[in-house]
């Protein structure tokens, strides 16, 4: 108890924003301070920042361990959404980070009583998607299949947008939530629709530089509708709780118990449901699931639909940790990425087991070299890389 | 009658080469078709177009609907089926999650089929908890037939389901087909097996080289000394001449 409260997990992200942040905010921390050294420089604590070099004792070992758990949390449930992306799309999607940031600044323009840019975006992006929906349905539209699509992309989008005007200035956190979280899923199914959808049939190669351009454009947009300047919401608890050596914050939990909560909704919707099943179906056979009647367009929609939902909800749990700015999805994003290809971007527990595993690593590294944690962090794919490379048989040309 | 699948002018091509050119080709309601052709004839080429799989030319209706313009699903949902050469199962998919999804059109109003095939594949039943992938040779294409068959399809096409089979387990696949037709089930067959799919069938297509260069009733085909001579051999033609002759 006595350790080193002020280094609780209540605050693991912070350092990780402020690296994600630092060449362009002047900021020179991680440089200036000498490895070996405990830092508790974006922590925030009224307590002393400047320590003595001291060894790794057991305490700091588990402080360490639990900071790392807590953002592999994080970075797991990055890591499961690209997978899923991945396999039922073949899109490695690298926006998936803004959704983060938007999760995060949307909830904190309701925190901070403004109606968020966001809730425009979505009205932009479901009008474009209504454009490229009946684009691709041209031959086949009917009354039933267009009053579908305008319910999908014009009237929901709608709907969540005069919600958000209905509700008081400061709705509060949990109304906030929700709310953040109705602005940001539905994101996921129009980028879709708009990005990927026309290019059904490209290669991923093709894919992968859309979603280059897709994150350029939504980091670009989360700057013009959020701003430059960073921001913050209050934690969801602000209990703190002792438990051994060290603390445990409630913050920290909620993150667990969700990240928890939704590795368990994921694992019921495919093994459970029919819709998830088919998801599956589309990723180990595609023209399989298609001759079944399960069309990709629905299975992108959906998947990437899930990605939003899911990033959103991490960048909600992520903002009371640290300040997130427009641009800080992307990091937080490229850590859950490394976490995917180390589990192969095929397998969702070894890509949640690799997200604890990159979260360990980078609470270590931040401790013991803090100016190469980034770079210790995306040499861990190195090795993965060469074992795969090595192992695995020359790449089957189907598709 | 009308016909259930009128298909005409079928032109496909890979970059300059036609695999398949002008073909014209009719299946009735409850009828047994089969598109019979040496390998490379361009008969699964044909399928994926009638499919949707391949990008085609030429006018399809199904059922008096044009269907050219759509998309597989679409087709899925008008009533026809294709079991590919290659099963295209879902390998790391459970048998019953297999067939599960076979009636993904219908939602969730499926459950009488999945023990309606069980009853006409008893032995998909006793492997129901089985990794498709983990199956036998014969076990995939009955999977594969029972999997199509819960989409109910008005039109099933299969490629090549005798391909790799045992005689015995090639006799049971003919036997299924037969019973498709009593069930009012239509069904073209590509085979490379001419006699196994002509005694099934009711009416044949022969391609070659993209184009049909024959075709009739089976009977007609069967006693033909060209398909004779390419698919039959020597003692097929007696015994097909006979039956001919004693039909």
Known sequence: MTGAPWISVALPLSRLAALATLPRRGGKVGAAVPSKTIRTRHSAPPEPTSRTPRPVDSTILLLLVQDGVVNGAIYALIALSLVLVFTVTRVILIPQGEFVAYGALTLAAFEAGHRPGTVGLLLALGAAAFVADLAAGRHTLDARSLGAIALRDLVLPAAIAGATLVVPEKPGLLVGILLTLAIVTPMGAYLHAVAYRPLEHASVLVLLVASVGCHLALTGLGLVFFGAEGSRTPPLSDAMIPAGPLVVSGQSLWMLALTAAIILGLWTFFGLTLIGKALMATAVNRLGARLMGIAPSMAGRLSFSVAAFIGALSGILVAPLTTIYYDTGFLIGLKGFVAAIIGGLASYPGAALAAVLVGIIEAFSSFHASAFKEVIVFMAIIPVLLWRSLRSHPVEDDE | ?247
């Open chain 2, 1 to 247: 009658m009308s016909a259930l699948l009128d298909a005409s002018g079928v032109t496909v091509c890979y970059g300059k080469i036609e695999a398949v050119r002008d073909v014209g080709l009719r299946v009735e309601p409850g009828q047994v078709v089969t598109v019979l052709g040496a390998n490379g004839a361009g008969k699964t080429t044909l399928l994926s177009a009638l499919m949707g799989v391949l990008p085609a030319r030429g006018a399809v209706t199904f059922d008096g609907r044009p269907i050219g313009r759509l998309s597989i699903e679409a087709r899925v949902g008008a009533g026809l089926g294709l079991i590919p050469e290659r099963r295209e199962l879902f390998s790391t998919m459970t048998v019953e999650d297999n067939l599960r999804l076979g009636a993904f059109r219908f939602g969730r109003r499926e459950r009488g089929s999945l023990d309606g095939m069980f009853a006409l594949f008893p032995r998909l039943k006793e492997r129901r908890r089985q990794l498709a992938g983990t199956l036998s040779g014969g076990e995939r294409q009955m999977l594969a037939m029972a999997r199509a068959l819960m989409g109910r399809p008005r039109l099933l096409m299969l490629d090549e389901p005798s391909l790799g089979l045992a005689p015995l387990i090639v006799a049971e696949v003919m036997r299924t087909v037969a019973s498709l037709r009593d069930q009012g089930v239509s069904v073209l067959l590509v085979e490379q097996n001419a006699r196994a799919a002509l005694r099934v069938a009711d009416y044949g297509y022969v391609l070659d080289g993209g184009a049909v260069v024959l075709e009739g009733p089976s009977r007609v085909l069967e006693a033909d000394a060209r398909v004779v001579e390419t698919y039959l051999g020597v003692l097929a033609a007696e015994t097909g001449a006979q039956e001919a002759r004693a039909g």
